[in-house]
């Protein structure tokens, strides 16, 4: 018996590459600010997200990777500055 191999679609909306091809700025503003994915012959080639949603996803991803940062360095030695000297020391390199 022959498995048909479902793929989940990772957006709510969805239009195919010929009705991309036809009118590509309808099918984003049919998107009414949400991701909409293309498929290519049912199958998704690629999403085509709104620039909000971009923004939002790559801060995300910062946050994600600061906070990575965080728990590995969380054992770290903790070295105490004074800032005026951190400000002078900077002004002094970048004069």
């Given at each position: 018996?022959?498995?048909?191999?479902?793929?989940?679609?990772?957006?709510?909306?969805?239009?195919?590459?010929?009705?991309?091809?036809?009118?590509?700025?309808?099918?984003?503003r049919s998107g009414l600010g949400e991701t909409v994915?293309?498929?290519?012959?049912?199958?998704?080639?690629?999403?085509?997200?709104?620039?909000?949603?971009?923004?939002?996803?790559?801060?995300?991803?910062?946050?994600?990777?600061?906070?990575?940062?965080?728990?590995?360095?969380?054992?770290?030695?903790?070295?105490?500055?004074?800032?005026?000297?951190?400000?002078?020391?900077?002004?002094?390199i970048s004069s």
């Amino acid at each position: 018996m022959n498995m048909v191999q479902l793929t989940p679609l990772l957006a709510d909306l969805s239009a195919s590459v010929t009705e991309l091809k036809k009118d590509p700025m309808g099918i984003i503003r049919s998107g009414l600010g949400e991701t909409v994915v293309i498929l290519n012959r049912n199958e998704p080639a690629f999403y085509a997200v709104p620039p909000a949603q971009y923004e939002l996803m790559m801060q995300l991803i910062d946050d994600a990777h600061l906070a990575q940062l965080v728990k590995q360095r969380q054992d770290d030695p903790v070295e105490m500055v004074d800032i005026d000297d951190l400000i002078q020391q900077a002004s002094s390199i970048s004069s």
